[in-house]
T-cell receptor
């Protein structure tokens, strides 16, 4: 079992739709949580950090449930430009440093 | 400025060549990372340097040799690579403030796309 699991998709949604991605992690020592976005043949870019109280940035809302070891990302009013792969990332201390563990990514395609 | 730079952008090399990938950041980050990414897969951790010391080597073959000359620079020396080593090589850095927090974000460079013939 992978340490961070995501549904790989693809999720094909029409413009304007609301779409939700889920992510589970297995290591209870995980300390920080992030969503990254990666466009084809580009580097991952931080979309948002995820806080225990939940947080929102415009059309994007992230939630963290530490008890269930579950992270979610909600995208409202999807735009064509939201088409990308969304990577769930958790970090934890190990070997005197931090390790960032990536989920497999969820592919989103927003259709006109 | 949250920029991580990597050179070269593209590299084609033969199996007997020796080449190096370079990464630089000027954010004062004390942790730097090398990842390998194949198409349609997530980044796969190779090495982590913290305070210029190698902290993690994820059982990477010795044909990949990392080097951290100073806190801003990270190199990856390549020698006798195989065609299956063709991939996007990503460098990243993070602040490494003491305990992981939501502010310890990793920032990625644009990557070097490596082709081994």
């Amino acid at each position: 079992r992978k340490e961070v699991e995501q549904d790989p998709g693809p999720f094909n949604v029409p413009e304007g739709a609301t779409v939700a991605f889920n992510c589970t992690y297995s290591n209870s020592a995980s300390q920080s949580f992030f969503w990254y976005r990666q466009d084809c043949r580009k580097e991952p870019k931080l979309l948002m950090s995820v806080y225990s109280s939940g947080n929102e940035d415009g059309r994007f809302t992230a939630q963290l449930n530490r008890a269930s070891q579950y992270i979610s990302l909600l995208i409202r009013d999807s735009k064509l430009s939201d088409s990308a792969t969304y990577l769930c990332v958790v970090s934890r201390s190990t070997s005197g440093t931090y390790k960032y563990i990536f989920g497999t990514g969820t592919r989103l395609k927003v259709l006109a | 400025d949250t920029e991580v730079t990597q050179t070269p952008k593209h590299l084609v090399m033969g199996m007997t060549n020796k080449k190096s990938l370079k990464c630089e950041q000027h954010m004062g980050h004390r942790a730097m990372y090398w990842y390998k990414q194949k198409a349609k897969k997530p980044p796969e951790l190779m090495f982590v340097y913290s305070y210029e010391k190698l902290s993690i080597n994820e059982s990477v073959p010795s044909r990949f040799s990392p080097e951290c000359p100073n806190s801003s620079l990270l190199n990856l020396h390549l020698h006798a690579l195989q065609p299956e080593d063709s991939a996007l090589y990503l460098c990243a850095s993070s602040q490494f403030s003491g305990t992981p927090s939501s502010t310890d974000t990793q920032y990625f460079g644009p990557g070097t796309r490596l082709t081994v013939l």
